[in-house]
């Protein structure tokens, strides 16, 4: 076989591997749809796992927010950095409902949410957090979080 040969098909293995891992990378970051009992019970050995999930998202404006689920309750998320600087519209409107008009309330806010995002594992004593992509949906919920439907 002549050096032309050996390096066109050096070039052609270089592609299909090159290939294989763009494939591989892609089916690893595929969103898996979850509920917030199971992950944070699973604790995944993933650094960062694509999500999508529903749960009760509790925030007191100024101190922090949370993530509950009324099936696991003494369980929690909190909520990480945006993920990107620019976000998506989605994730704006529901920053704008929860942040309301906080002078003349100044309750919790309490929304049921269903959420794509990014979890990373905590440590030990942390259950890790959801850093928010996209809001599919949201209400705003009042009194008593344990009694959200939240769909599992």
């Known amino acids: 076989m002549s050096r032309v040969g ?23 970051q595929v ?8 992950i944070v019970k699973a604790k995944p050995s993933v650094g960062d796992l694509l999500t999508r999930l529903c749960a009760v998202y509790i925030s007191d404006v100024t101190e922090g927010t949370i993530l509950k689920d ?26 704008d409902a929860v942040r309301g008009d906080v002078i003349n309330d100044p309750k919790l806010r309490m929304f049921v949410v269903d959420i794509s995002g990014v979890y990373k594992r905590g440590r030990e004593s942390s259950p890790g957090t959801m850093s928010i992509s996209k809001v599919w949906s949201f209400r705003r919920i009042h009194g008593d979080w344990m009694k959200a439907n939240v769909p599992q």
């Open 31 to 38: 969103e898996r749809r979850t509920s917030m009992c199971q």
């Open 70 to 95: 009324p099936h696991c309750p003494r369980q929690r998320l909190e909520l990480g950095k945006p993920l990107n600087e620019t976000e998506d519209k989605s994730v704006v409107a529901l920053e």
């Open 6 to 28: 050996l390096s066109i098909g050096a070039v052609l293995v270089l592609a299909l591997v090159g290939v294989g891992n763009c494939l591989a990378a892609t089916t690893d």
